[in-house]
């Protein structure tokens, strides 16, 4: 009984961190530019597809994750540079639509560049399993749920003790005030899509050993960490992470109790319960409509 | 501009393309397109209402067509009524459900309201997908003839003739529903919801009635698309269909009837004429999608009458 319990909860963590970590990139991408940015699960695609492919190519581990998460935070400066800037003055929706047309050919490219197959990725640190009262814990786990405390932390020195992070805060409460006091408010939007695309890669590093990495791996990664930081409240990074802690353990506890089918449907009513008694998400700053 | 303000006009136009088109398709297959082109912008036409006028995004609708194709296939298939009792049972179903949702849905703003309908359309896709008794699951289910009044169209030019007239039925409704005082009311809504409320609009009211209106017209074309390809899978269902469905908007140009349409056209026939990539036509298919956004903020239809306007009526303007 409480093993099998303790058996959800560990898988429903581990996932739920992977969630929070993409749920983090729509969160700060959103706070300077009000965009949604769909191409955030194909960063995570791109960080497992590239490390795959640099290993096979002969590179050592830590040299393929390295080169795998500089190529998504290129594509991340790229896809500001030349797609999101351009277009700054767009309405959102259309902003949207263009993130997802990027995320088209992205997916597109990674197609012909590597495959459409399925591939693993060896466990950071073996893959022998720690028996924790009868469950199973996995050391790709730890490392996961260890390295999002480790980028939380980093991310909350960044945002409340360096003057760059305080610069990003300001730009995402007022835009206009922020350039008034003199930040470079076009800085701070590319240095949003560094920080996304590399979580975003260091994302899809991590799960790869779990389940697998593929060309498409990043539509429903993306899904559900849109709906993490939706959850947890848009523009709140640490939200994000309670919001994919949310969705990964709800929808482990609907996969082993209830139907293993219905476990993505359970992820989206929770979601809408959430919203039709929250409309701002359970960490979301109240939105004030102004005329 | 001024040749698209009297809406007459352009409804001319469009029945006129319509009329003229069949000499221009010489086989089954280009008769196929032109219907699909046509049941996609029936969807746009409706969705464009939500999201082009009242500023209401949905990445849900999907889930609107697949259950009017579903709702005609199970209620011919497993329970024998006729095709136009079905689709309308469907049509019915499906403005009940969406009448009920609206509210707590609507209520939502912006990127939580993107997150709600997107929820929807993913919770119906995986009901679909699993119910396998009455759907059949993935694989997906065939669909009985569609009978109307005891004939029944066989040939693609007789189908064609059904897919444009339905569309031309939904344009001319859209058309007359945007110079109605309900239109006013909706593009209140667009500019600011308070300030339409302080006005004594009742928002939430307008924004029930579009979001049913689409989602019934969504219903409707899935049905038609059901007969009419004798078959159907959850795919139809799919958040990326609802994307597509967005896309075919927001391209064409938001807030205009005939720019959807136009979307509708170009996203459903780049995408045949791409296949000549083969394997890159994902590649190109984003790329391109990527490309015509970028450089056209306003969409298709605003950009190139803007551009005509400027060119062949510099003096009348400003």
Request: proline share 4%; with cysteine; hydrophobic share 55%.
């Amino acid at each position: 009984m409480l093993a099998e319990f303790l058996q959800y909860l560990i898988s429903g963590v581990t996932v739920g961190a992977i969630y929070g970590l993409v749920g983090i990139g729509f969160s700060i991408i959103y706070n300077s530019s009000q965009v949604i940015n769909f191409t955030q699960g194909e960063f995570v695609m791109i960080g497992g597809m590239a490390t795959v492919s640099l290993i096979s190519a002969g590179v050592p581990m830590p040299l393929a994750m390295l080169g795998a998460v500089a190529l998504a935070t290129i594509v991340g400066v790229a896809l500001e540079k030349f797609c999101i800037e351009p277009s700054r003055n767009a309405p959102v929706v259309t902003l949207i639509i263009i993130t997802i047309g990027a995320s088209i050919f992205l997916r597109g490219t990674a197609e012909v560049l590597w495959d459409r197959n399925f591939h693993s990725l060896v466990p950071i640190s073996g893959d022998n399993p720690i028996d924790i009262a009868g469950a199973k814990l996995l050391p790709q786990s730890i490392w996961i749920v260890g390295s999002l405390m480790v980028i939380v932390c980093g991310l909350w020195l960044f945002f409340n003790r360096t003057l760059l992070g305080k610069a990003m805060l300001a730009t995402s409460y007022n835009r206009l005030a922020a350039q008034l006091v003199g930040i470079e408010v076009r800085n701070i939007l590319l240095l949003s899509f560094v920080l996304s695309s590399t979580l975003g890669a260091v994302a899809g590093i991590l799960i790869a050993p779990i389940s697998m990495t593929y060309s498409t791996v990043g539509v429903m990664l993306g899904l559900k960490g849109f709906s993490a930081a939706i959850v947890g409240g848009l523009g709140n990074p640490m939200g994000a992470i309670l919001g994919g802690l949310i969705v990964g353990i709800a929808e482990a506890m609907t996969a082993g109790y209830i139907s293993s089918a219905y476990k993505d449907a359970v992820a989206f009513i929770i979601i809408l319960a959430v919203l039709f008694f929250m409309p701002n998400g359970l960490f979301g700053r109240k939105v004030v409509e102004k005329v | 501009m001024n040749w698209r303000q009297p809406h007459t006009g352009g409804m001319v136009m469009l029945l006129a393309v319509m009329a003229v088109l069949p000499l221009f398709l010489d086989n089954s297959f280009q008769y196929e397109i032109a219907i699909k082109v046509a049941l996609n912008a029936a969807v746009c036409v409706g969705l464009n209402l939500l999201i082009g006028y009242t500023g209401q995004i949905s990445l849900g609708h999907a889930g609107f067509f697949a259950l009017g194709a579903y709702s005609s296939a199970i209620l011919t298939d497993r329970y024998g009524l006729p095709p136009m009792a079905a689709m309308l049972t469907g049509a019915l179903g499906v403005g009940l459900l969406s009448f009920i949702i609206a509210r707590p849905i609507l209520k939502l703003k912006g990127h939580y309201l993107a997150m709600g309908t997107l929820g929807m359309g993913v919770i119906i896709s995986i009901v679909l997908n699993q119910e396998a008794d009455f759907t059949g699951g993935p694989d997906g289910m065939s669909v009985a003839a569609l009978t109307i009044f005891g004939w029944e169209p066989v040939t693609e030019f007789q189908w064609y003739w059904i897919a444009v007239g339905f569309l031309a039925l939904c344009v001319w409704l859209s058309l007359n529903l945007i110079n109605s005082p309900v239109g006013r009311a909706l593009r209140a809504v667009h500019g600011s919801e308070i300030a339409a409320r302080t006005m004594g609009i009742d928002t939430t009211h307008y924004k029930v009635l579009v979001f049913v209106v689409s989602a019934v017209m969504a219903c409707l074309a899935g049905s038609l698309f059901a007969h009419y390809n004798g078959y159907i899978t959850p795919s139809k269902a799919d958040f990326f269909y609802s994307i597509e469905l967005v896309t075919m908007v927001v391209l064409g140009g938001m807030a205009s009837t005939f720019g959807a349409v136009i979307g509708a056209v170009v996203l459903t026939v780049v995408p045949q004429v791409l296949t000549v990539f083969e394997n890159y036509e994902m590649m190109v298919f984003g790329g391109v999608l990527m490309g015509m956004i970028i450089f056209m903020h306003k969409g298709l239809l605003p950009t190139l009458s803007e551009f005509i306007g400027k060119r062949f009526h510099e003096p009348d303007k400003r």
